[in-house]
């Protein structure tokens, strides 16, 4: 993460307005995409209509500068798909879960967001309940976001929701700095305590983004792809994500819509 104390005015200055800029168009192409998707539809036709979004709106593709190659514009994880799922070409049923997850490249800057939500009309009660307490984590997170705050205020009040709505909290996974680099540090897990870790500046730029799980929280890799973690037990999993500037006096949310 660029380091704030040694950067000048102007390089904050032109971090802070591309990211800002970069946040509008990654926010509001996630809200087109959310009304964009339908039962019927399949990962790798989804992924082709993201792709051209980006670069439709001015951005480029930030999946596509990772050392590994991942093998899409966006993440698409279905039902226990976790994160980091690789497009297919399953089709979506009605009822599913599904989790976007997306970077974007904007004038020499990376800004990063998730969402989750059910396909269609249909769906279970207890996935609906597991998207909005984990939004909820998320936002209760953000809220802890100021200049001296640790990352530990962050990581307690996210858990703290998420273990109150009885959800599996996934701590092999978690937040991080970004900038110019899509991934950096400090990490932001979605556990911890109060007082620890980093303590943020005024112009730090992270990702707060809270994984849960309706089962127990152990995941691995699917071995066909090399990309996709799934949960162990079979249960399904939710993510969801916002890249967040530290301001003189609290945060302000980059990556939402217009």
Known sequence: MLNVTNSTPKELEEKITAMREGGKILGTLLRDLKNHVKPGMTGKEI??????????RGAKVAYDMLDDEFPG??????????????PKDIE???????SFDLDIYYKGFFTDSAFTMLVGNKGSQAV???????????????????????????????EKVLRKGHL?????????????????????????????GYKLEEGD????EPMSCLGKPANY??????????MKDGSIACHCEHTVLVTKDGYEILTLPE
């Open 92 to 98: 979506l049923e009605e009822g599913d879960k599904v």
């Open 47 to 56: 992924d082709a209509w993201v792709r051209k979004e980006i670069v439709k």
């Open 205 to 208: 730029t992270i990702c707060i």
């Open 221 to 230: 890799v699917d071995k066909d792809d090399n990309w996709t973690a799934k």
């Open 128 to 158: 609906k309940n597991m998207i909005k307490v984990t939004e909820s984590s998320m936002y209760e997170g953000i809220e802890q976001v100021k200049p001296g705050a640790h990352i530990g205020d962050i990581s307690q009040a996210v």
């Open 168 to 196: 599996g909290v996934i701590e092999n996974y978690v937040g991080h700095g970004i900038d110019k680099k899509m991934h950096d540090r400090p990490e932001v897990p979605n556990y911890g305590k109060k007082g620890h």
């Open 73 to 86: 514009a966006i993440c698409i994880s279905v039902n226990d798909e976790l994160v980091h799922g690789a």
